[in-house]
Nanobody
Framework: VQLQASGGGLVQAGDSLKLSCVAS????????VAWIRQTPGKEREFVAG??????????YYADFVKGRFTVSRDNAKNTVYLQMDSLMPEDTADYYC??????????????????WGQGTLVTVSS
């Protein structure tokens, strides 16, 4: 199983970025997929997630990104996206995609995910 995250970069506050997570060896639509971020010295934190098709592809967001970030999935491309709008300097972090057959109560716990992509760095300048 491999997850490949991409799309990070350096932007200004208020700008947008779209992250992508492509999987091989794992069908994303059959799993919970989350975007998780980490800044130096801090623990990884859940940002957004989308449940499997069998669970209605429901989407969940951390309070600090609600209304600004949107998670989506393209089943044909086996890819999950994170559209990030109205970026703020505090959104600066390494962003990871993670996946696994998680139940809802585990979705917000990064340590529960068995499969991870490499991080993609998002830097938002003020």
């Amino acid at each position: 199983v491999q997850l490949q995250a991409s799309g990070g970069g350096l932007v200004q506050a208020g700008d947008s970025l779209k992250l992508s997570c492509v999987a091989s060896g794992l069908t994303l639509s059959s799993n919970t997929v989350a975007w998780i971020r980490q800044t130096p010295g801090k623990e990884r934190e859940f940002v957004a997630g989308i449940r499997s098709s069998g669970h209605g592809s429901r989407k969940y967001y951390a309070d600090f990104v609600k209304g600004r970030f949107t998670v989506s999935r393209d089943n044909a491309k086996n890819t999950v996206y994170l559209q990030m709008d109205s970026l703020m300097p505090e959104d600066t972090a390494d962003y990871y995609c993670a996946a696994g057959p998680l139940i809802l109560s585990s979705m917000y716990s990064p340590r529960r995910y068995p499969y991870w992509g490499q991080g993609t760095l998002v830097t938002v300048s003020s």
